[in-house]
């Protein structure tokens, strides 16, 4: 079984930055695509960000793009989310999510799922 754990999150004031990051317990983590998700309270799961296992391709969503950059080091089994220019609509919590394909933007085609971490973007 795979475990996750994300770290990072916090309170942040708007145009403020949080680098998100997501352990896994697997050795073969780089044979599996990763991607962020978030949450906010009364909203369905939305799609962040993906990466590859070899962390070659990236893919974020447009409402994060050029603010948000996912990466992963696979030699310490986790992966980063970086985000700059926090706007309050950034507020939710965070999930990382792993699935065996990359290239998948729904919940669904994920696997394994961390518990969250909460990011706050105060006004």
């Known amino acids: 079984q795979v475990q996750l754990v994300e770290s990072g999150g916090g309170l942040v004031q708007a145009g403020g930055s949080l680098r998100l990051s997501c352990a896994a317990s697997?050795?073969?983590?780089?044979?599996?695509?990763m991607g962020w998700f978030r949450q906010a309270p009364g909203k369905e799961r939305e799609f962040v960000a993906a990466?590859?296992?070899?962390?070659?391709?990236?893919h974020c969503a447009d409402i994060v793009k050029g603010r948000f950059t996912i990466s992963r080091d696979n030699a310490k089994n986790t992966v980063y989310l970086q985000m700059n220019s926090l706007k309050p609509e950034d507020t939710a919590v965070y999930y990382c999510a792993l699935s065996i394909y990359y290239g998948r933007t729904t919940a669904r085609g994920y696997d394994y799922w961390g518990r969250g971490t909460q990011v706050t973007v105060s006004s």
């Open positions: 990466i590859s296992g070899s962390g070659d391709s990236t």
């Open positions: 697997r050795r073969t983590f780089s044979n599996y695509a």
